[in-house]
């Protein structure tokens, strides 16, 4: 079973990972939907972002409050924005960076008690801190091997 440790050392090496996935890819490669049904590698990078700023944010939330209100969101609209599907991933990767920093030093930085606090999430019910840490440690490495299936559809291996 994986310690707390061992998901926020993920959640800590994700936006490295994701700067070196993506490094050197063309414009076309990063914005082009090489799979039909997945989004293109850029909102990939963008959603990663807005994924996570609104779990670290969610996590403040109910570090700071009994059991809050942790409202969701359609990923898929936000992935449709100018700004999810602008091929220039470098601002993104930055706040992806500087928020991971953050991220991780507010994890680490929890006592096993507070990994059992809880909010209350729109679509998902009780969620606690330990559930977060869980699902986003998780959630990078598949947004991973979305990226690299969609750039193997196009021919491009990583």
Sequence with gaps: METYEDRINKIEQLPGQIASLVAGLTSAQLTTRFLHSEWTVAQNVH????????????????????????????????????????????????????????????????????????????????????????????HGLAHIDQIKRTLAAGGIHR
């Design 47 to 138: 959603h990663l972002f807005d994924s996570h700023a609104n779990s670290y944010i969610r996590c403040k939330l109910i570090m700071s409050e009994d059991i809050p209100p942790l409202k969701g969101y359609d990923q898929n609209v936000w992935a449709n924005f100018p700004d999810a599907t602008d091929s220039d991933v470098s601002r993104s990767l930055l706040l992806l960076t500087g928020l991971h920093h953050r991220w991780v030093m507010f994890w680490r930085n929890l006592t096993v008690a507070n990994f059992s606090r809880q909010g209350m999430h729109s679509e998902s019910g009780l969620v606690s801190m330990n559930e977060l840490l869980t699902i986003y440690s998780g």
